[in-house]
C-alpha cells in the first residue's frame, strides 16, 4: 500500500512557475515509477511526465516539454514536478500517481494522489 499526496497548487499568472510536490508513504515506495497527470474540467485525464524508479528514465508530455521538470529525492520519499512559463491551458488538477513500471496511460498506474488544483490566468 502506497499513500500519496500533492501539494503546492495555487493560483499563477501566465509566464509564471510552481513547484508541486507529491509525498509518499507506505511500501516500496523506491521501487515505483512516479508520474504526474492533469485533467481540466470535461477533459480526459492527461499523462505530464513520468520519472522511473532509479530517476535515470524520465519522458514528459509534448505540451510541457522544454517548461516542465520532474525529479524525485527517494530519501525524502518525494516526487517534484517544476512548472515554468505556465500558460492557461496548463490549467487542471494536477495528479501524482506510482506505477510499477515506465508508463503514459493512467489505467498502468496503481496508486494516486487526492490531487492539487493549479490555476493559470491570463
Known amino acids: 500500500q502506497v499513500q500519496l499526496v500533492e501539494s503546492g497548487g495555487g493560483l499563477v499568472q501566465a509566464g509564471g512557475s510552481l513547484r508541486l510536490s507529491c509525498a509518499a508513504s507506505g511500501r516500496t515506495f523506491s521501487r515505483y515509477a512516479m508520474g504526474w497527470f492533469r485533467q481540466a474540467p470535461g477533459k480526459e485525464r492527461e499523462f505530464v511526465a513520468v520519472?522511473?524508479?532509479?530517476?535515470?528514465?524520465?519522458y514528459n508530455a509534448e505540451s510541457v516539454k522544454g517548461r516542465f521538470t520532474i525529479s524525485r529525492d527517494n530519501a525524502e520519499n518525494t516526487v517534484f514536478l517544476e512548472m515554468n512559463s505556465l500558460r492557461p491551458d496548463d490549467t487542471a488538477i494536477y495528479y501524482c500517481?506510482?506505477?510499477?513500471?515506465?508508463?503514459?496511460?493512467?489505467?498502468?498506474?496503481?496508486?494516486w494522489g487526492q490531487g492539487t488544483q493549479v490555476t493559470v490566468s491570463s
Open positions: 500517481a506510482a506505477s510499477l513500471g515506465v508508463a503514459t496511460t493512467p489505467n498502468l498506474y496503481e496508486y
Open positions: 520519472i522511473s524508479w532509479r530517476g535515470d528514465r524520465l
